[in-house]
């Protein structure tokens, strides 16, 4: 299960590299190639992230040779893909586009990551407004019927 998904990542990661090589002296600008620069560091995620997940896999398995050396050798072949493609388009676009790239990648999502943050702050606020309102009518509730009852008692004596 787990071997397929990393397969998976690796495919992703070798198709993306191949098609950038076969296009990278035709395209005009970056953005013809963007979506599989996309689909390259996808498959380095999805690697990266079925190499620390190990659920589904007995003991034997996490520990095998096997195992252990294909997460490892697979890790190294979808970094040194990545190292392929900054090479490729430093060359074909100039001196520091991979880096503007990895930096404006970065930027980006940490501010998703920033207005996810937000969001649930935001959230939790709105929550804790409604739980507020909730205890104030439940108070005011409690309160009322403490008239009553007393008015009740006072009425009956």
Same mark, same amino acid.
């Given at each position: ?6 397969? &998976?990542?690796? *495919?992703?990661? %070798? $198709? ?5 090589? /076969? #296009?990278?002296? &035709? ?16 498959? @380095? +995620?999805?690697? #990266? =992230? %079925?190499? #620390? ?6 003991? !034997? ?5 096997? /195992?252990?050396? /294909? ?7 979808? !970094?040194? %893909? ?8 430093? @060359?074909?676009?100039?001196?520091? &586009?991979? *880096? /503007?790239?990895?930096?404006?990648? =970065? ?5 998703? +990551?920033?207005?996810?943050?937000? !969001?649930?702050?935001?959230?939790? @606020? =709105? ?17 009322? $019927? *403490? ?8 009425? #009956?004596?």
């Amino acid at each position: 299960m787990v071997f397929g998904e990393i397969l &998976t990542g690796i *495919a992703l990661v %070798k $198709s993306s590299v191949e098609f950038i090589k /076969s #296009n990278i002296s &035709t395209c005009k600008d970056i953005s013809e190639i963007a979506g599989h620069i996309d689909d390259l560091f996808e498959g @380095q +995620k999805e690697v #990266n =992230k %079925k190499r #620390n997940k190990r659920d589904g896999l007995g003991i !034997a398995d996490q520990l095998g040779i096997k /195992s252990v050396a /294909s997460e490892i050798i697979d890790g190294k072949l979808a !970094a040194e %893909k990545l190292y392929e493609v900054s090479v490729l388009v430093d @060359q074909r676009f100039g001196h520091g &586009t991979w *880096a /503007s790239i990895l930096l404006e990648r =970065k930027k980006r999502i940490d501010e998703a +990551k920033k207005m996810a943050r937000e !969001a649930i702050k935001v959230r939790k @606020q =709105k929550q804790d407004e409604i739980i507020e309102m909730i205890s104030f009518v439940f108070l005011g509730l409690v309160g009322l $019927s *403490a008239v009553v009852g007393g008015i009740y008692v006072f009425i #009956n004596i």
